[in-house]
């Protein structure tokens, strides 16, 4: 099955409903338990897509949401640089269950699906998913300083980041943490201090002690009455 969005003629159709002209297409007719067309399926195309692009996606649940606060969230929400999606949970389950098989949508046996995906208790209750493009600890800092407003009205129940599942100790401990280009700048700022305090010198010493070995074992080839005298 083709994955990537690049089909060869044109521009790469980066919408989601290219991904899934994309992703799916093969020799072979793709059989899925619900009509290919139909919005079940399309729905779980869509949550897969958004758990595979999004390295950050955090649940929430929300009670007695007004229509026009939850325009003010998503809108809130994008404003740095999140995106906020509603989600049928146990459609959001049944992707889950068959997120590692390569098509979630198509008829699986009680055996093939995972039951103990730890995301699965999340779904209890209306559910949101706040999705993020990148792996930004400050961007999940102001998103939860932000829901702490919400007076109970929207509140996150656990995450994926990257490829580890967070509770909510686990979040506010990662949104501490420095962003991946920063951790980066640092190691290589690390690597500079050793490369002009202790490495070079190491490595130095070390070659050092080498070539005196070398020398030394040369200078008894090429001298043996000598080397003979010293070890008398």
Do not use: W
Not at 77 to 87: E, L, P, R, Y
Not at 91 to 98: A, E, I, W
Not at 129 to 151: G, N, Q, W
Not at 213 to 222: A, V
């Amino acid at each position: 099955m083709i994955r990537n969005l690049r089909l060869g003629f044109g521009r790469p159709d980066t919408t989601i409903f290219g991904y899934f002209a994309a992703r799916y297409i093969s020799t072979a007719p793709r059989v899925t338990v619900k009509p290919l067309h139909s919005r079940k399926t399309f729905l779980i195309d869509s949550y897969k897509h958004m758990m595979e692009h999004n390295p950050v996606v955090l649940f929430a649940h929300y009670n007695n949401l007004l229509k026009q606060e939850n325009a003010t969230f998503r809108s809130q929400i994008k404003g740095i640089g999140g995106c906020m999606t509603s989600v049928r949970n146990n459609l959001f389950q049944v992707y889950l269950r068959n997120a590692h098989l390569p098509d979630p949508c198509a008829k699986t046996s009680k055996n093939q699906q995972n039951k103990s995906h730890p995301l699965l208790p999340l779904f209890k209750g209306p559910t949101v998913a706040i999705s993020f493009p990148e792996t930004d600890p400050a961007k999940v800092a102001k998103l939860l300083k932000l829901l702490e407003k919400s007076a109970d009205k929207l509140f996150i129940v656990g995450a994926k980041v990257e490829s580890e599942v967070y509770d909510m100790a686990q979040l506010n401990q990662f949104k501490s943490l420095p962003t991946k280009p920063e951790l980066q700048s640092q190691l290589l700022g690390l690597l500079h201090i050793l490369s002009g305090a202790g490495l070079v010198r190491t490595l130095e010493s070390g070659s050092q002690a080498l070539y005196l070995t070398l020398q030394s074992h040369h200078d008894n080839q090429s001298n043996p009455e000598s080397s003979e005298k010293k070890n008398d």
